[in-house]
């Protein structure tokens, strides 16, 4: 084949539709977004760029800092659930049978082909007060005092009377919305990682007396450690910038903050703040990738054979 | 070695997907001490017996008992046994020593005795000195020592090696031929070793069961299987053979009488009947200008073929008129050339005792 460099015209055909791509619709806008950030405005649609830094000190007062705190927090319990959830339906998949794995990652990705409003509001038809688990639970504690009423003890002197749990609109409810999103994001590079582990590195830890618990977390979650990286980080991100969820699940004090960006361009039609709060989330996002980039070169060696 | 075996294999069986059969019905007891070889060609089941010593495949039927104790519900990590995988399977993660150290730790040994103990593994495989070194900075022949040292410090009843030596070039194989029987000898640990690699086997094993199709066909030293085959698969997998398909007919104790075509009737020490492989080794193949004169011979003629110089020897084809040529070893001894060098389409006499002959049946 020939090599890209002797023939500058399929280097030009090449590189000039991504880079036309990245450019106008990445590069340019993002760029105006963030001249806005150092901006003042002026008039209900006049925004002068003047490089002050007052949309930033406003953005790092502490009723915008608690929520950025409360979107790390909220974002990291997602993660660690996503973590926690993944970790047994990845290693499922990879010790599936083949023909079986290809349906298994199917059922895992399908979710994403839906509306991410349609699958919201599903979830609302689920956690609701009059939902499908509070149904659940009251059928459930309804059979419970019906069989106990065998041995005198019905007529909920036990159980019961059932009240509905109030699942929604609050931080729970947030957390379980952004766990079902995102749960993909996670499962996928821990399913990567540990379908390219070999199999007789575990079967090594078995023979030299290791149990599965052992074997787990001695060589399967060190092996695993990029995996886990790449999809705590994938995971982090979005859900820390998600607004949907928040917006739509969340109580009154379940704010992150895409939502307060959302409410600065849109009900407070303040751009320049809008867009110091989105740099914050960015530079938050750059700084995830960096602390990855460096986990990534320590634990490396995981990836070699 | 009086003791009972270390290993019973007990009629077992394992069978895949409802109809395949891995290993079919094999009985094979180990001795304590031995080096022990599981030869075959791939796909005989001889990595999934070994894989049932160790635990990590179940058997369909049959019992594997090792140093007295029936294993059928112990997990692999409760097995006297320890691995040497082909991969090796060195924890990439760890340095040698935690990798050496992993076993001890599990059994949960004080830690001065790990330290002791794992200092003399890798004294004892010459990786001394090299603890501290991660597997990604050793040679795939260090490595391999690595993965001895861990299996060997646990000081298992018996040692399982599942081809060991294929990921090694040829000089570095031979070597660690010599290594293991030498650490086998040290150690006084019962090996026992899966190879596809007859001159692996014969080199380094005390007993050699030869598998095919999930069966073992025959257990015996090298040199039995090699000079008394039991049947034509191992005649023809053990070394190079010549094969004649003759017909037999029993006439006495031990003795059967043999119709091969250009040989003519023969009788020869034997036990099998009916269709039969007249056999014999080329390295056992003499040449002759003369017809031979001594009853003791079979003598046929034949016309020289393809022949290949090995240096000590010839490898020469003769045509003897049957489909398939007859293959001579012939040692050159002298360094006259002229004197061995043998043309295509001479004619010569070659013969072979009638005491190296062997009869063959499936």
Not at chain 1, 242 to 250: E, F, I
Not at chain 2, 336 to 356: H, P
Request: with cysteine.
């Amino acid at each position: 084949m020939e090599n890209w460099k002797n023939s500058v015209r399929t280097f030009w055909t090449a590189i000039v539709p991504p880079t036309f791509w990245l450019v106008t619709f990445f590069i340019i806008p993002l760029s105006l977004i963030w001249l806005y950030s150092f901006s003042t405005k002026t008039g209900v649609v006049d925004i002068t760029l003047d490089w002050n830094l007052q949309q930033y000190m406003r953005a790092l007062e502490p009723v915008y800092l608690g929520i950025f705190w409360k979107s790390i927090w909220m974002a990291a319990a997602t993660t660690f659930v996503c973590l926690v959830i993944s970790f047994p339906v990845a290693i499922a998949i990879v010790f599936a049978k083949p023909t079986m794995r290809m349906w298994l990652l199917l059922l895992v990705i399908l979710p994403f082909w839906t509306n991410l409003l349609i699958r919201t509001y599903a979830l609302i038809a689920v956690l609701r007060t009059n939902g499908f688990v509070n149904w659940g639970l009251e059928w459930l504690v309804d059979h419970a005092d019906w069989a106990l009423s065998f041995i005198g003890l019905g007529d909920n002197m036990l159980i019961g009377p059932f009240t509905p749990l109030q699942l929604l609109y609050n931080n729970t409810a947030v957390v379980i919305g952004l766990v079902y999103v995102h749960l993909p994001f996670m499962v996928l590079p821990l399913y990567a990682a540990l379908d390219r582990l070999d199999r007789s590195y575990l079967e090594a830890s078995l023979d030299l007396g290791a149990g599965h618990t052992r074997t787990f977390f001695s060589i399967v979650v060190p092996l695993a450690l990029p995996g886990i990286a790449s999809g705590v980080v994938i995971t982090f991100i979005p859900a820390m910038g998600s607004y949907l969820t928040p917006d739509l699940l969340g109580g009154t004090d379940s704010y992150m903050i895409a939502n307060v960006i959302a409410s600065q361009f849109k009900q407070a039609n303040n751009w320049p703040f809008g867009a110091a709060l989105s740099f914050l989330l960015m530079y938050a996002t750059f700084f995830a990738l960096a602390l990855r980039a460096v986990l990534m070169r320590k634990e490396g060696r995981g990836d070699k054979r | 070695m009086s003791e009972a075996p270390i290993i019973q294999i007990k009629n077992v069986s394992k069978v895949y997907g409802g109809s395949v059969k891995a290993v079919d019905e094999v009985d094979l007891e180990v001795q304590r001490g031995e080096f022990f070889a599981l030869l075959g060609p791939s796909g005989c089941g001889k990595t999934t017996l070994l894989r049932m010593l160790a635990g990590f495949e179940v058997p369909t039927a049959g019992q594997v008992i090792i140093d007295g104790h029936d294993m059928a519900k112990v997990q692999p990590n409760k097995r006297p046994v320890n691995m040497v995988f082909q991969s090796y399977a060195v924890f990439p993660h760890m340095s040698v020593e935690q990798n050496v150290a992993y076993g001890l730790k599990m059994d949960r040994r004080p830690s001065g005795e790990i330290k002791k103990r794992v200092a003399e593994a890798l004294e004892l495989v010459k990786l001394g000195g090299l603890g501290k070194r991660m597997p990604d900075e050793m040679s795939g022949g260090q490595r391999q020592r690595v993965a001895l040292a861990r299996a060997l410090v646990k000081r298992p009843s018996v040692l399982l090696l599942d081809e060991p030596l294929s990921a090694l070039d040829a000089k570095l194989r031979e070597a660690m031929q010599l290594e293991l029987v030498r650490l086998q000898k040290t150690v006084g640990i019962t090996f026992v070793i899966v190879t596809h690699d007859q001159s692996e086997a014969l080199s380094m094993a005390n007993r050699i069961a030869v598998m095919n199709q999930g069966k073992v066909q025959q257990v015996a030293p090298p040199t039995g299987l090699y000079e008394t085959p039991a049947s034509r698969f191992v005649a023809d997998f053990i070394g190079k053979i010549n094969l004649i398909d003759a017909t037999a007919t029993r006439t006495g104790e031990g003795e059967v009488r043999v119709n091969a075509p250009k040989i003519g009737e023969v009788t020869l020490k034997g036990t099998a009947e009916g269709k039969v492989a007249l056999a014999v080794r080329p390295e056992k193949i003499f040449v002759a200008d003369k017809q031979p004169t001594d009853p003791g011979v079979i003598a046929i003629k034949g016309k020289v073929g393809e022949v290949a110089y090995f240096g000590s020897y010839s490898n020469v084809f003769f045509d003897i008129g049957l489909g398939q040529p007859l293959q001579a070893d012939i040692s050159n001894v002298t360094s006259d050339v002229e004197e061995f060098t043998f043309k295509a389409g001479e004619e010569y006499w070659i013969y072979w005792r009638k005491a190296d002959t062997l009869v063959l049946g499936d």
